[in-house]
């Protein structure tokens, strides 16, 4: 057996898509832009190909883009300030501050400063919490990102076994959350759980979001299961350019999985596409109008 490879580019593309028509309907009928601004601090390469890609694709799918570019040794207060400005500016309807930040910066403290009606990264304690109960909530990108990649295998995910191998604030804790907003069950593991490979082995759906290249084997997996790795790491190659990988070991895995993302390729090309989606969803909840349909 080997398995379907889940194409992340081309669902991506789809939603954009989708998006881009839900807001070329709210400016007709509603005479709604909505607007993205992205924070950045510093001049991290690898945040400022990510601001770049986001300014490109928000401006593709009609929507307003404001990028404000802060130099490293930025003062927490002026960032604070820069963010309580966006927060009353009317034509910003969803807020980013790229992470990480420099030490310098306290970050919880940055978040936290977001209005949480413009929070399109869903890590506003006000939304977490929402999302931890239920409530509708925005919430992150790649966790959101990873539910949708799963339904285009799975469209209903109710009563699977899944779990979740890292747990972050950025991905494992919320996708535990969305998971079991789906009526999954859910188990959620990490680099110290007794017997990892014997929890791995029991699940259906398997997302791995640890940190640690090639850590799930392919012997782990239950023959079958659908694998979303949201794993990024840059492995050596002597005497050529680092080579990018994902938490689970990608060739071993296709001769056992049902279906796996590749890395690159899959779960990085949904995380801009599902902040596009938060965006137009809070600008929507904004303004009082219903939710759209992408």
């Excluded at 949480?116 to 304690?125: I, M, N, S």
């Excluded at 290249?213 to 492995?235: C, F, H, Q, S």
Aim: hydrophobic share 45%.
């Amino acid at each position: 057996m080997t398995a379907r490879i889940i194409d992340g580019k081309a669902i991506a593309a789809e939603l954009r898509t989708r998006v881009a028509d839900e807001v070329a309907r709210v400016k007709r009928d509603h005479e709604l832009t909505p607007g993205l601004a992205v924070v950045l601090v510093g001049n991290d390469p690898a945040s400022e190909v990510y601001v770049r890609s986001k300014h490109t694709q928000t401006q593709a799918a009609g929507m307003a883009s404001f990028e404000h570019k802060l130099p490293a040794d930025v003062s927490q207060d002026d960032l604070l300030a820069l963010i309580a400005r966006l927060n009353r500016d009317p034509l910003v309807h969803g807020i980013l501050v790229q992470l990480p930040l420099p030490k310098s910066l306290h970050t919880e403290t940055i978040i936290n400063a977001i209005d949480p009606a413009k929070d399109v990264d869903g890590l506003h304690p006000n939304n977490a919490g929402r999302l931890a109960g239920g409530l509708a909530a925005l919430s992150p990108c790649t966790p959101l990102g990873c539910i949708i990649l799963t339904k285009s295998v799975h469209p209903s995910i109710e009563g699977m076994n899944a779990i979740v191998v890292g747990r972050s604030n950025l991905v494992g804790r919320p996708l535990v959350q969305l998971l079991l907003n789906e009526n999954a069950t859910v188990t959620i593991a990490h680099s110290r759980s007794r017997d990892l490979p014997k929890l791995v082995a029991q699940a259906d759906l398997v997302y791995a979001a640890v940190g640690r290249p090639e850590m799930v084997r392919g012997d782990w997996l239950k023959p079958g299961a659908t694998v979303i790795d949201v794993g990024i790491n840059r492995i050596p190659v002597p005497g050529g350019k680092p080579k990018l990988v994902g938490d689970v070991a990608f060739q071993e895995a296709l001769n056992v999985a049902g279906a796996i993302t590749p890395v690159p390729g899959g779960v990085g090309q949904m995380t801009v596409a599902c902040l596009l989606v938060n965006t137009l969803r809070a600008a929507c909840a904004i303004q009082g109008l219903p939710a759209p349909a992408a």
